[in-house]
Each structure stands twice: as structure tokens, then as C-alpha cells.
């Protein structure tokens, strides 16, 4: 037909203008195009919304157009809109060009009435399919386009009690008039029995629903034109519950849970798509339910989607009378461990292009695929032995091991302590925050799997099982009873936060499989595409281990982490403290120092084999310096130490002790020491002309004057490092270690204290002396200069970093893979 | 053993930090609808009465507040507890607060081939249909949160802290659905739960 403007068929020609057609009605217009059979239908596009917007009446002819739309759609389907035999019926969504929220949502089954409705009944030969589909259109136009919110208890009975066979007309009648009394009751209003004005009022409904408050508050957040508008999606019905050559269900074009190839998915038989969701009945596999030309065609289908999108997809279908449509093709939603191998694969099978299949991961699905579990034999034999205290319900995903505490006071108190902790409870009211917050897992013997402990649990990211019955605190004893047995507070517990098992006694927890080919496939494509080194932070040779199989391409370590790891750190500063730092021969201070350096840094140097190792020089200024040591005092004894290079002999001898440990180590990779809060060349040069042999000197820069006078630092220097937080507390003025804890920032920053959270974020006012180092490192290609940093590193950050020029970084070991994907899709990206 | 019970702002004031666990008087000053001089003047007292316990700006209960708290409630609130009509609506909020706990798992988890796993909330349409699920489900407490504060004006405050919340998340703000540590409509959610129960002379099943 000729087209005055207002409407769009999906088969229509034309571009594919999101802000004429709206998010939705682009989708489905593209759905089409791609082959797909969509129930036919159509778009009114945004100018009509202007029109109705500016005149407060839709435009002139709208109805009429729509109308003609409806003739079209009438044709192809040879059902007719409001009338049997084969009654049409519609959906009437909103489709804006930005998804909002406020916004009116779906109107479904628009177009039953009496005479459609009975038609409907005869047609599917079954009259309580009529009766639920009338009760559901009223409900929900009532809902969505009147505004009504009560539940109709008496409407859900009265459907509730009608047969397949009973009479249609009487049904429609009593059906229709309950829940018009229903709306009357609530609201004085009233459903339109004629489907013109039914979906009249629904197309305005849904341009009205522009304004709402909600819709309002939102564009002006996020800087959305309020003049932008929505358009309005009209599609016709499926049925598949009309006989048994209908059907409906949902595939994955993937495995969404594993990632394994394949198509996986259910199909049910004469059923509409709510009875699969709802679990009214149980569907079977499409591969066994579909008939196989049905299947063929899903499966070919759903092989080009895959290929067009680069992605594995969830794919909403229904059969009526044997004919296949698609009713929405979404990209799936999948596990962490399902991420990583698809991405993967569709690398290798080159349906991804490596910037595509990186996109696939984000560093949290990343995270949460590494993360440690149980040691899957001591998990069996622990079961076998009937170690197993019970099963409860899992409520947020974690596998933690603590001592048990009965009470949220008694959490705090010993997680501040060091300890890990498991609280248990009968029920947890909002006064147990705080005891929440402090453990590494909570088990409540009350509650299911949507109780507030499970929803803080979640919101808190800490493993949980709820509802575990079994569970018996006796508060006053400070014993727990599981049947027979007695746990006392204190005993070891293991805690399963999927399965919903506590287990007695402790279980070893490893990095898992999930260092796995496919994530290793995928990274080495994010490691190709970044070119970057990414070094990792260890303390003992074991992480040396952990950090090469982690793709990490050398490692960090600092002499002061090292030393208080192995337990010499207390002895060496008060040795220091006791003979002072005179004299370098046998016996002396600085000979201890030399030789416990030698001793603990050779076991990492001989598993780094010929990968970079960086050494920051001991800083007992630094907040986790003062939290290793016992000693307080160093620093208001001797004041020199709180200075780079106060007492040059102790750089010295750190230094005579890493030679000596590399030839211990027959250690043959690159080793530099860098000293922190260096920030004038002449101290650089100090360090240069440092007595006696040993790795090259590098400096540890910490504060924006180094910062700005990184060009000479740079040139005198070995190797450069930048510590991001540091230089971001220092900008701030606020003491580093705060932006290692959520409190107290998190709720300074909620309370909108800061532009910015100088933890998660790098403050625009760093940019510019990150940018200032960046060049610095370019002008001196032969010095390698990095960015140290700290905590979980955001996707974001690692690509900002990228963007400055940043090629060197070195970050805690969990972050190493997070790291290397986030750096690969940014290179990737530009 | 007899149970000494609370005058009226006091009740108020150690119900909130029973509520919170451990709080300044700022915090419970925004909650109470008092200043926080008039508020840090009566920790001091519930101090001084053996209830609460000052530290350092911040306050906690000690072991007689909840006894001394549920006494009080079952005086001052003995007319609430026998009002048919709010009995009635808080049946309603039974319900409801089913819902919400529904509403919020969704928010917290997705549902992939039958195993749940985290919400990424890459997903904004999925988002924003929840979030508009939850703006409707607090508008359903507003008959009941009416019904208390014709009873206790102080119940109103529920209503704001809601409406702030919802302000915040339509402002970007997501933490605020569900996140323990900020005033969100999960947290006012609990806590207007707890209170509830409390004033009804009632106790948690879950």
C-alpha cells in the first residue's frame, strides 16, 4: 500500500532508523530482513508520537493507516481482527530509541472480543484456554493502560473453575463482567469491548506513558531529548496451544550453562509460552520434541543468527498449525564458565573476530571463572566420609571455609582479628549487618532462597545457604546441633554457597580447571592483540607458579612483603634498631639484612626463570609496612628512614642481597631494584652511583611532583614504576590506605562528597600527569616504565590506561587475566 | 524481673539504632525527624539508663535494649495492634514482601538453563523492568505506611526514605535496589520489616 508515513510494515523497505522505529520495532524489522518468520506486523513510528505529544490527539489519519495495516496483516495470516473464524489478535508494545524505564509495557492479546473470543474458544476446542486469555487481556489492560495494581482473586477463581467443553458465550459473559466489576471496584473505569478502541487507547496509553514522572526523572539524568519520543509496536499473535501440531519454546543456539556447541533448549506441545516459564508443565528437549523438519529449521536458522551476531543467542519461538515463527531473538545470558569457553570457540571456529569474541568476557565473568573452589577429591571424600552436616538452600554461589560463629558481634570481632569466619543463624534481621559484612560465608536454618538474608547475602557478594532446617544454635551453650551432632563456636566449617552443604572441618581450596584451554586460548588472543607486560604481584615462589600460568609476563615483588612473609622482618628492624646500620661485615645489621634477602628472595627468582622480576626497596613508611611490623617506633627513632634514601647503606645492602640471591638462583632474567617516593633526579643519581654490584636501580614514584618531573627520572632511571593509588591519594590528600576498605569511602562517595570514587576510577585531575609520565616513557623506549595497580583494576581503568600509552603493569595476581582481557579489548577496540 | 520501658522520642531513638546496630546521631536524626543535638542528647540519657552505648560519635545498643524496646512497643503500640483495618493491610504486606524478595533475587540473579548466575546488568531493559516492578510494589506500602503514621507520625519517614531511594536509582544511582550498606529501598525494605514486627509484638519467621 502507499505509505503516508506514520506506520512501517516490518516487510517495508527502507533503513533501519532506531529513531524512527524504535529499539523494538528496529529489532523486528531486522529480524525479518534476516529470513525470519515474525508474526507479520507493523511500527507507528516516532512522528506520531511528536504529533501526539505537541496536539494531545493522535495525528490525523493514523487509524485509518493502521487500519490498513491490519488489512494487510488480515491477508497474510487469514485471520480477521475482532471476528472468527480465525480471530487476530494483537500485541501492543512501546519501543522507544533508548530502552527507559516508566515507560508502558506490553499489551497482549488485544482484539478478543465477544465474538472473537467464542471464535477462539470452537477454534482451539477449548474454552478454559478462552477464559484465562479474556481474564489476562483485561487484567492487563487494566494494569498497563488504566493503571489498576490489585490482584483478582475472584476473576482467578471463576477461571479457575471452567472446563474445556463448558459453553464459550456463557464463559466470555461471566468471565468479562467479573473482571469489569473488578476494575469498576478499583478504579471507576472500564475495558473497551471494541478492539478499534482498544487498541486506540492502548497506542495512546503508550504515547502518554512518554511523561510519566518516571520516564521524566530519567531523561533528564542521562541527558536524553525529552522531544525524542516512542514509537508504538503492533504485531499479531501466535498461538501454540490451538492443537497439537502448535507449540512454543526456547533454545539457546549454546548451552548457556557449560558453553558446549549444540542448540539446547525445550519445546513443549501444545502449549502456550508462559505454561513453559511458569513450569506448569514440564517441556521436553527440542532436539526430541520438535518434529524434524521443524528442527532442521530452527537449527539452520539459528546457525546464521549465531554467525550474523557473533554471539550465542536465546531464541524465543512458537509453532501454530506447524508453521515456525520467531518471536524474539536475544543475545543469552549464560554462567561465567559458559563466557569464557564460548567466546573461545567462537574464536577458533571463526564466527568471531578476535575483538568480538573478547567483547564476549567481562573481567568480573572472568573473575568469577578463576575464583577458587574446593579440591574436588577432598570435596568426594569429605562426602563420603559423612562429613556433610547437611544440605540446605544455596544462596549466593561461594565455596569459604571459617570458624563458626554464632553471633554477628562475635563475627566482627574475629574476622578483625584475622580470622575467616562462617556466622550461622537462625534468622538475620537488619542488625546483623554488620556480622554479615565480616564473614566469609552465613548459613541461617530459616528462610528460602529470596529471604533478606539471601538478598543481603547477594547484594554483599558473600557465599550463603538459607532454609538449612537441620540447623539447631543453641545461643546460650554456643553449640550448634545438626541431629546428633554437636559443632562447638570456633570448630572449622566448609560452607557451599551453590550446593547449599556445610561441611565439618576444613577443605583445601585450589585454583581451579577453570584455568581451563579456553581461557587460556582467549587471553593469549587478548595478549597478542595488546602487546603489553603485564607483571604480577607475588610474596612466595608458589605465586611465582600461579602468576606464569596466569599468562603473567614477569612479577613484582617488594623486599619488605617478602621478608615479614617468611617471618624475618620483625627480627631484621630490630636488629636494625639494636646495632644501628654501621659497618657491612660479618655480624652486622646489614650483613642479617643481606643474607635473610638472599635466603627468601632465591626460592622466587629460581621459579621466575627467565622472566622480569621488579624489587621495591623496603618502605617502612607505607601503610602495610606499619601493619607487618610490630615495631612502631622505626620512624620517631629514626626519622631518617622515613626518606627514600635516608640511609643509602640499607638500599645498598637490599641490593648486594638480590645479587646474591640470583646467583643462588642461577636466576637469568632481567632483576631491577626500584625504591619508592623518589622525586628529584639528584636522588636518582644517588641511587646510580650506590657502592657495590647488583641489579639496576629503577625508581617507585608515588607523588605528583615525581610525576611532573618524570622526564629526568625516567632518563636516569632503570626502570620506572608509577603507583596509581598513591598518586591518586596524593592528588586527594587523603591517606592511601583508605582506598583499600569500603568504609570509610563508600559512604562518603554515597553521600556525594566526591565527583568521582578515587578507588574504582582515575580522577581527571591525574589524567593529565599520567599522560605527562606516558610521554616521558616514549621519549626513553629503552626504560621500561609501568603502571602499578592495586585492588580489582576495572575494565574501564585498564582501558583508559591503554589510551595514555601505557604498555608495562603490574597488578595482584587474581587481577593478572582481568587484566590481559581488558588490555586486549581495548587494543582491539581502537 | 520487671522491664523498664521508654518515653516516646526515646523509644525512637534506640528502635532506630536497634534497627542500624551501631549508628551516629546524624544517621538517626535523618530517620527520626529530630535534630541530631536533640538526638545525641538522648543516646546520652539511654547511655546513662544502661540501653546504648557511646563511642566515639557513634552508638550501639547494649543487651536491655531490645527487652526494654519490646516492652515499651507493647504499650505505646496496643492500639495498632488490635486496628482491624491495619491488621488487615498487614496481611497485605506479607504478600507483598513476598514479591519484593522475589523482585529483588531477580535483580541480584538471572536465571541461565535452569542455574542462577549474577546479574552482569548488561541487560537495561531487564533493569529497568525490575526497577519498575519495585517502584510499584513500594507504592503498595503506602495504605499501610498511612495506617502506622495516623497511629505514629514517625512512620512517614519510610515513605520519604522510599521516595529518596527511588529518586536516586532513576538517577543512575543503582546501588541504591539493593545494597546493604547505603539507604536502599532493600535496606529501608528490612528495616521497616523489623520495625513492623516489632511494633506488632511479633517475631521474624525468616
Known amino acids: ?830 | 524481673m520487671t522491664v523498664t520501658t521508654l518515653a516516646k522520642p526515646d523509644y525512637d531513638v534506640l528502635n532506630v539504632l536497634a534497627l542500624k546496630k551501631m549508628a551516629g546521631a546524624p544517621a538517626i536524626a535523618a530517620v527520626v525527624d529530630l535534630s541530631a543535638e536533640d538526638v545525641s542528647a538522648r543516646l546520652d540519657a539511654l547511655a546513662a539508663g544502661g540501653f546504648a552505648v557511646v563511642a566515639g560519635g557513634a552508638a550501639l545498643p547494649t543487651d536491655s535494649a531490645e527487652p526494654a524496646l519490646a516492652a515499651t512497643a507493647s504499650e505505646i503500640y496496643a492500639p495498632v495492634r488490635t486496628d482491624a483495618d491495619l491488621l488487615g493491610l498487614v496481611e497485605q504486606f506479607e504478600k507483598t514482601n513476598a514479591q519484593l524478595l522475589t523482585t529483588m533475587s531477580a535483580w541480584q540473579q538471572v536465571d541461565v538453563g535452569g542455574r542462577k548466575v549474577a546479574n552482569d546488568h548488561t541487560d537495561a531493559e531487564y533493569d529497568e523492568k525490575i526497577i519498575s516492578r519495585l517502584e510499584r510494589l513500594v507504592g503498595r506500602l503506602d495504605g499501610l505506611i498511612d495506617a502506622l503514621a495516623r497511629h505514629d507520625p514517625r512512620f512517614a519517614t519510610y515513605a520519604t526514605r522510599f521516595g529518596a531511594a527511588l529518586e536516586g536509582i532513576d538517577g543512575g544511582d543503582h546501588d541504591l535496589v539493593s545494597s546493604p550498606t547505603g539507604d536502599s529501598i532493600h535496606t529501608v525494605w528490612f528495616e521497616f520489616h523489623e520495625d513492623l514486627l516489632r511494633t506488632l509484638g511479633r517475631e521474624r519467621a525468616e
Open chain 1, 1 to 830: 500500500m502507499s505509505a503516508p508515513g506514520w506506520t512501517r510494515a516490518f516487510t517495508d523497505d527502507g533503513a533501519v532508523d532506531v529513531e524512527v522505529l524504535g529499539g523494538k520495532g528496529a529489532g523486528l524489522v531486522r529480524m525479518t530482513r534476516d529470513g525470519l518468520r515474525v508474526p507479520p506486523g507493523c511500527v507507528i513510528t516516532t512522528a506520531a508520537c511528536h504529533v501526539y505529544l505537541s496536539a494531545r490527539a493522535l495525528p490525523d489519519g493514523l487509524l485509518d493507516e493502521v487500519r490498513g495495516r491490519l488489512s494487510d496483516v488480515e491477508a497474510a495470516t487469514g485471520k480477521t481482527f475482532g471476528a472468527g473464524p480465525e480471530p487476530l489478535l494483537l500485541s501492543v508494545r512501546s519501543g522507544a530509541p533508548v530502552s527507559m524505564p516508566g515507560m508502558m509495557d506490553t499489551v497482549l492479546n488485544l482484539g478478543l472480543s465477544r465474538d472473537a473470543a467464542i471464535a477462539l474458544a470452537v477454534r482451539a476446542g477449548d474454552t478454559r484456554f478462552m477464559a484465562d486469555l479474556v481474564a489476562r487481556f483485561h487484567a492487563m489492560y487494566s494494569e498497563i493502560v488504566l493503571g489498576a495494581l490489585d490482584d483478582r482473586d475472584t476473576v482467578d477463581a471463576l477461571v479457575n473453575g471452567v472446563n474445556r467443553d463448558d459453553d464459550p458465550a456463557a464463559v466470555y459473559d461471566r468471565v468479562w463482567a467479573a473482571a469489569e466489576a473488578a476494575l469498576d471496584e478499583e478504579l471507576s473505569e472500564s475495558v473497551p469491548a471494541d478492539p478499534d478502541d482498544q487498541l486506540r487507547h492502548a497506542v495512546e496509553a503508550v504515547f502518554r506513558s512518554w511523561n510519566t514522572r518516571r520516564a521524566r526523572t530519567y531523561r533528564e539524568h542521562h541527558g536524553i531529548p525529552h522531544d525524542m519520543g516512542t514509537a508504538v509496536v503492533v504485531q499479531s499473535m501466535v498461538f501454540g496451544n490451538l492443537d497439537d501440531a502448535s507449540g512454543s519454546g526456547v533454545v539457546f543456539t549454546r548451552n548457556p550453562v557449560t558453553g558446549e556447541p549444540g542448540l539446547y533448549g525445550e519445546y513443549l506441545a501444545h502449549s502456550q509460552g508462559e505454561d513453559v516459564v511458569a513450569g506448569i508443565r514440564t517441556p521436553d528437549p527440542v532436539a526430541r520434541a520438535l518434529p524434524a523438519p521443524l528442527l532442521a529449521e530452527l537449527e539452520g536458522s539459528c546457525a546464521e543468527l549465531e554467525a550474523r551476531h557473533g554471539d550465542v543467542l536465546d531464541v524465543e519461538f512458537t509453532v501454530e498449525h506447524g508453521v515456525l515463527y520467531f518471536l524474539q531473538v536475544r543475545s543469552a545470558k549464560r554462567t561465567p564458565e559458559a563466557a569464557v569457553r564460548i567466546a573461545a570457540d567462537l574464536l577458533a571456529d571463526g564466527t568471531a573476530t578476535p575483538a568480538r569474541a573478547l567483547s564476549l568476557v567481562t573481567g568480573d565473568q572472568l573473575r568469577a571463572a578463576q575464583r577458587p573452589g574446593f579440591d574436588d577429591e577432598a570435596l568426594s571424600a569429605a562426602r563420603a566420609a559423612g562429613r556433610v552436616l547437611l544440605t540446605g538452600i544455596g544462596a549466593c554461589p561461594g565455596q569459604v571455609c571459617g570458624e563458626l560463629v554464632l553471633d554477628p558481634d562475635r563475627a566482627k570481632e574475629r574476622a578483625e582479628a584475622g580470622a575467616a569466619v562462617i556466622l550461622a543463624r537462625a534468622v538475620t534481621s537488619p542488625a546483623d549487618l554488620h556480622g554479615m559484612i565480616a564473614a566469609e560465608g552465613i548459613v541461617t536454618s530459616t528462610g528460602g532462597s529470596t529471604s533478606h538474608a539471601a538478598v543481603v547475602a547477594r547484594a554483599l557478594g558473600t557465599a550463603c545457604v538459607v532454609g538449612a532446617g537441620a540447623l539447631e544454635i543453641d545461643a546460650a551453650a554456643r553449640v550448634v546441633r545438626v541431629g546428633e551432632r554437636v559443632l562447638s563456636e570456633g570448630d572449622p566449617v566448609s560452607l557451599d554457597g551453590a550446593s547449599g552443604e556445610l561441611v565439618a572441618g576444613t577443605l583445601p581450596t585450589t585454583t581451579p580447571a577453570a584455568a581451563n584451554e579456553a581461557m587460556d586460548a582467549l587471553l593469549a588472543a587478548a595478549a597478542d592483540a595488546a602487546g603489553c607486560e603485564v607483571l604480577a604481584r607475588v610474596t612466595v615462589p608458589p605465586d611465582v607458579v600461579a602468576a606464569r600460568a596466569a599468562g603473567a609476563t614477569g612479577v613484582v615483588t617488594a623486599v619488605d612483603d617478602v621478608l615479614a612473609a617468611s617471618g624475618d622482618l620483625n627480627h631484621l628492624v630490630e636488629t636494625l634498631l639494636e646495632k644501628g646500620w654501621d659497618g657491612v661485615g660479618a655480624g652486622t645489621a646489614l650483613d642479617e639484612v643481606r643474607r635473610a634477602i638472599a635466603r627468601q628472595v632465591s626460592g622466587l627468582l629460581a621459579a621466575a626463570g627467565d622472566h622480569d622480576v621488579d624489587v621495591r626497596a623496603i618502605d617502612l613508611l607505607a601503610d602495610e609496612a606499619r601493619e607487618l611490623l610490630q615495631q612502631t617506633a622505626v620512624t620517631t627513632r629514626h626519622p631518617e628512614l622515613a626518606l627514600p634514601l635516608g640511609v643509602p647503606a640499607l638500599i645498598a645492602a637490599q641490593r648486594e642481597g638480590l645479587a646474591l640471591a640470583a646467583s643462588e638462583a642461577g636466576y637469568g632474567g632481567r632483576m631491577r631494584l626500584a625504591v619508592r617516593h623518589v622525586s628529584d633526579p639528584a636522588e636518582v643519581r644517588a641511587l646510580q652511583s650506590l657502592d657495590g654490584d647488583g641489579p639496576g636501580m629503577g625508581t617507585y614514584l608515588t607523588s605528583p611532583r615525581a610525576v611532573l618531573g618524570a622526564e629526568a627520572l625516567v632518563e636516569l632511571s632503570e626502570v620506572v614504576w608509577l603507583e596509581v593509588r598513591a598518586l591518586q591519594a596524593a592528588m586527594f590528600g587523603i591517606p592511601a590506605r583508605q582506598f583499600l576498605t569500603a568504609a570509610p569511602l563508600d559512604d562518603y562517595v554515597a553521600r556525594g562528597l566526591l565527583g568521582i570514587d578515587p578507588r574504582h576510577a582515575i580522577d581527571p585531575t591525574v589524567e593529565p600527569l599520567l599522560a605527562v609520565l606516558s610521554e616521558a616513557g616514549r621519549a626513553h623506549p629503552e626504560v621500561p616504565v609501568g603502571v602499578r595497580l592495586s585492588g580489582t583494576v576495572s575494565d574501564r581503568v585498564a582501558s583508559r590506561l591503554y589510551e595514555l600509552g601505557f604498555r608495562r603493569f603490574a597488578v595482584d595476581l587474581p587481577e593478572v587475566r582481568p587484566l590481559i582481557l581488558g588490555l586486549g579489548r581495548a587494543a582491539l577496540a581502537g
